[in-house]
Structures are given as C-alpha cells and as structure tokens.
C-alpha cells in the first residue's frame, strides 16, 4: 500500500508513505511502513502515514515495524507521534 501527498497546483509530490508485508516466514503476519516528505510538509506526514495504515490493514499484520537511521530525529518523531515505540 502506498499513500502520495501531492500539491494541488503543481502537482507535485510532497510526501510518500508506504507499509509492505514483512519478508518470510513472519510476511503474513507483519508489515513493514516507511515515510518520506518534504521538509516543508513534515506537519502533514502523520496524517500521511496513519492514512496509509488504515488503507493497508488488509494486510492482516499484527505488527508493523518502521526503520529509521541514527540521525533522522524528525522521522524519529513523525513515527512516535502515530503510535510506535522505539525497540532497539
């Protein structure tokens, strides 16, 4: 499942969230979400994400996992600010 947050006159894209079934042998049961946005747009990509799990809980995941690199505090806070927890 992919979510775009596009502008309206220019139509571009400012913002992407995603959430992929897991890799095997736990695929059926967890997924995999993921966010990107323009700087600009960070206010917007909670409301992104938590879009985009609620279209995919077709999924039937009853864990959904995000990665986020050391220094990408403000992914970080966009993650914390839907609902996950930091585990490792």
Known sequence: MCCVMAGD???RILGVASVTPGVPPVAHHSAVADIL?????YGEAAR???DCLRRAEGLGARRVTAFVAGPDVRKLEILREVGFSESA
């Open 48 to 50: 992104l994400l938590t």
């Open 9 to 11: 006159k220019a139509h």
């Open 37 to 41: 946005t323009h700087e600009n747009y």
